[in-house]
């Protein structure tokens, strides 16, 4: 049996991911998934954008972590700066997490 469009909470079978800020693992629905468009980070609000994926907590501290400890480059297997400033707009603007 497969759910669509729910979040699950404390299930067991919740998937878990890694902020790639803080470090610490938390149910998937708990992060905003990140992807890389060219040169840009971006949140994947709707969770459909293609390529690979960053978690990260909808937190601006946990961006600031991971762009101290450059792990958007390391994420997303690029050697070039990326910029995250669409993130930090939608963080600053969205304080709480959108579904
Ligand atoms: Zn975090």
């Known amino acids: 049996m497969r759910q669509h469009g729910k979040l699950e909470y404390?299930?067991?079978a919740a998937p878990q991911?890694?902020?790639v800020g803080c470090r610490v693992r938390t149910a998937k629905s708990e992060l905003l998934r990140l992807v890389r468009v060219e040169d840009h980070?971006?949140?994947d609000l709707r969770?459909?954008?293609p390529?690979?994926?960053?978690?990260l907590h909808p937190s601006l501290s946990c961006l600031e972590l991971?762009?101290?400890r450059r792990a958007f480059p390391r994420a997303f297997r690029v050697t070039g700066p990326l910029d995250i400033s669409p993130v930090r707009a939608h963080l600053?603007?969205?304080p709480r997490n959108v579904m």
């Open 10 to 12: 404390g299930g067991h």
């Open 92 to 94: 600053e603007g969205e």
């Open 41 to 43: 980070v971006v949140p």
């Open 66 to 68: 991971a762009e101290r």
């Open 17 to 19: 991911r890694t902020c």
């Open 51 to 55: 390529g690979r994926g960053a978690s």
């Open 47 to 49: 969770g459909r954008l």
